[in-house]
Each structure stands twice: as structure tokens, then as C-alpha cells.
């Protein structure tokens, strides 16, 4: 047992399974199927995680028919061909110890046409939540049928070497609207009063039961939605989950948060506390006698892991976005090595963020996640030969470079010109809740110091510095510089923004730089619709500046709307005072005031502004990179000296250039 965490590493039993700490990975759409089957990708994927310590890894849902096809990536239904593909896996993960279960899911009204090419079935034919499409209302016979197909799905999931199952009923699927008074209008046997809107999970679980025998788990995964009139009060579940225990139907259930009413709840985003499914879990867990109860959503860390488990919140903690950081967090852990785990930063960017638009998942700070068979996992293979390696700019491409050529052996020089590690990246986490990004940040220092990098701060280096070093790898990482042209890809035609040379111009890392010399009034021009604008505006607001975010987009935070974190963003910034111009362009800046043009209509106004703060697209810092070239010197550019990006390209291409040197 750690003595670190306790009560995160005493063994459960699960029915006839013992889990050998309380740390789960979740179900979640890693969205890694090749043509229906699960490959190497998959396979690399969890095997890195039951290796890391998860003492059980709930797999992808996997659609029960036809109508519940959701992803471009989603396995195949009805099909026993897969049984030999999903046995890789979980004979993988056994070795680890780690308890194997599959979710399987139908999420009824709320299913996806463009990729299941089937009409979306429910139980009162109600609208779908994703689009605008309707739904089918189900016969009797199709309920019976989709019934026949769940237990067909756990049939097969036994056969493929799974412990368990895990039925969605989650966000509002098909399980839940057949609970649900509002979305189960029926007046036949399957609708009405509680006992037949409990028919449907009831006749399911029975047949379930009865196909797989005793020595197999059955789990119910749930949600709650507090802010959605819709979904289901913790009362309504509490009532359902204490009728399935009176006739012993499902072994544990797992507590999320959101619905597809509101889906930025459902992978909260960083504006959201943490632990936010506990509380629920808490209240789950007091009404409820046998059946197990895990907490999930947003639980990030060892620490928060423990406390949940140590205060009798939940049974079990599932930290799905923890391991995908971190795939060895439970190893961590239980070594007494927090300090070693790379802790989520809630971002979404690359997890939901590539899942939104139906690609296989990754991570912006752990880019070997998606790619541990084409990586060796997240663990470091040493050079065959040590080398002498420099890598200049201390931004998260540098640091990721530094960090794994060290771990691969090499003698490490990062040298940074300004006086702390980090970059714009740091200025990002200086923003209002985006303190785990310093956390990443003070983390990689930690883990530098301990692969003895040599770091050298307030160090700028120039062609002549580096060739007195002599190192045998050069590494330029130098970043970029905020693009002061005042050029708007609306106005795409123009090179620079008129008046931009006129007083009272502010880049947002002036801002956050605290640098910039702000009157009250503030006009932020948003041209990139990420985290950039949006988050400077919250802090200007805080400080009671009064800010107005314009943008050509229809929205603001048009980018950050495959991460969820859109519409949360906007609410925080409207309470805060902030007004929004949208479909908009800036004409001409007149040092305290500014024409604007309204994108649909072409009008112009003019309005008094204080200061001009300009969120855009930066310019590489190419300085030195020219001077190499020049000088025929052969040297390595990765990040945004190379193109500005976002942090995710930049880490990554710090690690793939780290496992080459």
C-alpha cells in the first residue's frame, strides 16, 4: 500500500474480481478504430495504461446495432469477427493485472446520420440534442430487438476475454430516456408509471444476466445534470439505481456530470471546478448497499483521488484525462512520486478537441497518447550514442526537447533568454484559471533538474555563443513574436491595420506581460478565436478594465468550440461586463477611438476607445535560423520558429525530435 495515498491503493472487491487499487480509466471515444476493428493504435493505447498502474480500464463503447453508430471510429456491431482483435487487448492488459471491461452504448434520440446512415430510434421519437434531426419512436418489437443486441454485445464482450460490461445510460442515451418521464412518453408496458420506464434496463440487464452467468460484472454508467431542467435529478437516480439493487441487475455505477443538454459539462474544460462528479457520488453512495459507486469527472490527480475514496465519496475514482497525460499516474502514485506525474491541464484541445471532429484522440502535453506503438508507449529507449545537445528557447518545444533527449541519455544545455522557463506558454497560464499550465510548467523544471539539464536563464544566445558551446546537436526553439500588423483574415487583402502605428497598441502578451500601459477603456481585436483573446479580455475585466472583444467570427471563441469551452468562456466574460462585436472588422484605429465596419450590413461607426490590445497570429522568430543557414551550420527548428502554432505542435514536435536525436 503507498503510504502517500492510502486509501487510493486498498484492493475492491467487484464481484468476483478484486481490483488492486481504486484508480480506473474510463470509458471514453478514443475514436482509434481502422474499418470497425481495434488495431495497434488501440492496443498500444490501453496496454499503456494497465501498465501504468489502472487497476481497471473500462474500453470504448461499442454501438449495440446499427442506429447506435456514433463515430467515424467506433467499433463494429453484431459482427464476432472482432472477438479475436478486442482478445489482444485484454490479454495485454491481464498481464498488467489490470480488470478488463467494454461499455457498450446506444444513445437513442441523440445518434449521428452522417456516419450510421440509420434513422435514430427512442422510446417517444423525441429531437435529437446533436443536430436537428428527429427520432424514430420504437415498436415493441424494435425494443425487444435492441434489447436482444445489448446482450448479444456482452455475449460477445465475455468471449473477447472482458471481465464485465458497462451499459451507457449516461448524458441522456437510450437507457435514460427510457427512464426519463419527459423523453419516455409511452402508454404501453414499456412507459408510464416507474415500473415499466424501468422495464426497458430491467428486461436488458435480466437476459444480460442470464447469457454471461454469474462471473461476469455489469456496471451502469450515469450523469447528472443539475443546470438542465431535461435530465435526471440525483434524487431521480438515486430512486432508479436503489430499484435495480433490490433485484441485484448491475454491480457498480459510475457518476459523471453533464448531458447532451448541455455538453460543456460532460469533459469539463479548465473554467470548471474540480472533483465534480463526488458530490453526486457521495449522495449515490450513502442511499445505496451493495452496489459500488465510482466518482468521475474532472478528478485530475493522486491527490484529489484520495481524498475522494478517504472521505467515503465513491468506492472508486475513474481519472480518464489524468492518464491520458499520464498513462503511469497510478505507478506514480504508489511509488510516493506525485511530483512525478504529469497533471492534466484540462484544456481539451487534443482529447475532445480531435474527438469533436471525429478524429482518433491524443494529448496537447502527452503526445506519445495515440501514438505508444509507433512511440514504445510513454518510456524513453537511451541513445546508442550520448551526445552534446543544445537546445535554444525554453518555450514548451524546447523544454519537451530538453526533457527527452535527457531522459534518453544526452548531456542537455537548454538555455533560455529571458529570465524564466516557459515562453507565451507561461503568459497562458497567467491567465484567470489557467493556473495548471504553471503547474505543467514548474513540473518540467522539476523534471530537468532531476535529468541534472543544464539550464542557463537570462542567456541569449547568438550564431557566435552557439559555436562556442560546440554542441553536437542544435535545437532552435526560439518562439515567436506577437504580429503587430493589425492584419485581420477578414481584411485579408490588406497588409496592416491603418493608425496602427498611432498610440495606445498593445499586443496580449504586453498584457500579460503586464507591460502594457492601459487606459479604462479597451478595445481587444480577437483574430484567432483561441484562448489568446477571450483569455486576456477575462483578466482585463477583472481588473475592472471595460473591454470589448471584437472579432470577424459570428461568435467569439469560435476555435475553442471543439473543446467545449466555448459557451462557459462567453458566460464568465458577459458576467464580467465585457461586450462583444462580432462579424466584425476593425477599419482604422485613431489612437483613442476606432472605426468599425459591420461584416453583414457594411456600416462603420466610430467609438472612443482608450487602447487598442491586438490578439493575432504571431511571426516566427526566425533571427537565428537565417544566421545558421547563412552560415551553412546544420541545426534542428521545432515549434514556432518554425510556424506559430498552438502548444500542442510544439510539444509534439519536441518530443518526435527528442526520440530521434
Known amino acids: 500500500m503507498s503510504q502517500a495515498f492510502p486509501h487510493l491503493f486498498q484492493p475492491l472487491t467487484l464481484r468476483h474480481k478484486t481490483l488492486k487499487n481504486r484508480i480506473v480509466f474510463g470509458a471514453h471515444t478514443a475514436n482509434m478504430s481502422e474499418g470497425g476493428w481495434p488495431g495497434e493504435r488501440h492496443l498500444g493505447y490501453y496496454r499503456e495504461r494497465a501498465r501504468g498502474g489502472a487497476a ?16 467515424r471510429g467506433n467499433f463494429r456491431w453484431g459482427d464476432d469477427a472482432v472477438i479475436p482483435h478486442f482478445r489482444r487487448i485484454t490479454d495485454a492488459c491481464h498481464e498488467h493485472g489490470t480488470v478488463m471491461i467494454q461499455q457498450m452504448y446506444h444513445v437513442g434520440a441523440h445518434g449521428d446520420w452522417d ?18 434531426d428527429g427520432s424514430h419512436r420504437m415498436t415493441v418489437g424494435e425494443i425487444e430487438s435492441t434489447i436482444d443486441a445489448f446482450v448479444a454485445a456482452a455475449v460477445r464482450a465475455k468471449a473477447a476475454g472482458y471481465d464485465g460490461v458497462e451499459m451507457m445510460a449516461a448524458y441522456n442515451a437510450i437507457i435514460e430516456q427510457f427512464w426519463s418521464p419527459l423523453a419516455n412518453r409511452r402508454d404501453d408496458s414499456y412507459g408510464g408509471t416507474f415500473e415499466k420506464r424501468m422495464k426497458f434496463s430491467h428486461d436488458l440487464l435480466a437476459a444480460m444476466r442470464r447469457k454471461v452467468g454469474e462471473d461476469f460484472i455489469i456496471g451502469m454508467a450515469i450523469s447528472l445534470d443539475p443546470g438542465s431542467p431535461a435530465a435526471l435529478t440525483i434524487e431521480q437516480q438515486i430512486e432508479i439505481a436503489q430499484w435495480h439493487e433490490k433485484l441485484g441487475l448491475y454491480d457498480y455505477t459510475t457518476l459523471g456530470t453533464g448531458s447532451y443538454f448541455d455538453f460543456t459539462k460532460i469533459i469539463p474544460p479548465f473554467v470548471y471546478e474540480d472533483k465534480m462528479g463526488a458530490p453526486f457520488a457521495e449522495a ?17 490527480t493522486p491527490e484529489n483521488a484520495d481524498y475522494v475514496i478517504a472521505s467515503g465519496q465513491a468506492d472508486t475514482v475513474s481519472i480518464v484525462r489524468g492518464q491520458i497525460a499520464d498513462p503511469h499516474l497510478a505507478n506514480k502514485a504508489k511509488a510516493g512520486r506525485p511530483e512525478d506525474v504529469r ?63 535527457a531522459e534518453r541519455g544526452h548531456h542537455v544545455i537548454l538555455a533560455e533568454a529571458t529570465g524564466e522557463l516557459g515562453g507565451q506558454f507561461r503568459l497562458a497560464g497567467l491567465q484567470p484559471r489557467r493556473g495548471q499550465i504553471t503547474d505543467l510548467i514548474a513540473w518540467y523544471e522539476g523534471q530537468l533538474t532531476k535529468l541534472q539539464v543544464e539550464i542557463r536563464t537570462n542567456t541569449y544566445l547568438e550564431k557566435a555563443d552557439i559555436d562556442a558551446i560546440g554542441a553536437d546537436e542544435i535545437v532552435l526553439a526560439t518562439g515567436s513574436q506577437p504580429g503587430m500588423t493589425g492584419w485581420q483574415r477578414v481584411l485579408a487583402h490588406r497588409d496592416s491595420l491603418p493608425g496602427i502605428d498611432r498610440p495606445n497598441v498593445w499586443s496580449v502578451e504586453d498584457v500579460m506581460r503586464r507591460e502594457a500601459r492601459l487606459g479604462k477603456r479597451v478595445l481587444l481585436l480577437d483574430d484567432a478565436g483561441n484562448w489568446r483573446g477571450p483569455g486576456t479580455a477575462w483578466h482585463l475585466a477583472e481588473k475592472e478594465h471595460q473591454v470589448t472583444l471584437l472579432t470577424g467570427d459570428a461568435y467569439v471563441g ?65 533571427a537565428l535560423q537565417d544566421d545558421m543557414q547563412a552560415a551553412g551550420t546544420p541545426y534542428h527548428a521545432i515549434g514556432d520558429c518554425l510556424a506559430p502554432r498552438q502548444a500542442a505542435a510544439a510539444i509534439f514536435e519536441g518530443r518526435r525530435l527528442g526520440l530521434t536525436l
Not at 461499442?62 to 442506429?67: F, R, T, Y
Not at 537511451?382 to 545537445?389: N, Q, R, S
Open 56 to 71: 481497471m480500464i473500462v474500453v470504448e463503447p461499442v454501438p449495440v446495432n446499427a442506429q447506435a453508430v456514433l463515430t
Open 115 to 132: 456516419n450510421s446512415f440509420e434513422a435514430s430510434h427512442s422510446p417517444s421519437g423525441q429531437a435529437s440534442m446533436h443536430d436537428t
Open 284 to 300: 449515490m453512495k450513502a442511499a445505496l448497499k451493495h452496489i459500488r459507486v465510482q466518482a468521475e469527472s474532472h478528478i485530475r
Open 343 to 405: 497533471g492534466c491541464i484540462s484544456c481539451n484541445q487534443m482529447c475532445w478537441g480531435r474527438r469533436s471532429r471525429d478524429y482518433w484522440i491524443s494529448c496537447l502535453i502527452n503526445p506519445s497518447s495515440g501514438r505508444e506503438f509507433e512511440w514504445g508507449g510513454d518510456t524513453f529507449t537511451p541513445a546508442t550514442k550520448p551526445k552534446k545537445v543544445l537546445v535554444v528557447g525554453g518555450g514548451p518545444a524546447g523544454l519537451e526537447a530538453a526533457r527527452v533527449a
Open 558 to 622: 469560435r476555435d475553442l468550440a471543439r473543446t467545449a469551452a466555448d459557451f462557459p468562456m462567453r458566460s464568465r466574460l458577459k458576467r464580467l461586463g465585457v461586450t462583444f462585436i462580432t462579424d466584425s472588422a476593425l477599419i482604422e484605429w485613431h489612437g483613442d477611438a476606432a472605426t468599425i465596419r459591420d461584416l453583414s450590413t457594411g456600416e462603420e461607426q466610430r467609438a472612443p476607445f482608450d487602447s487598442l490590445v491586438l490578439a493575432m497570429t504571431n511571426v516566427a522568430d526566425a
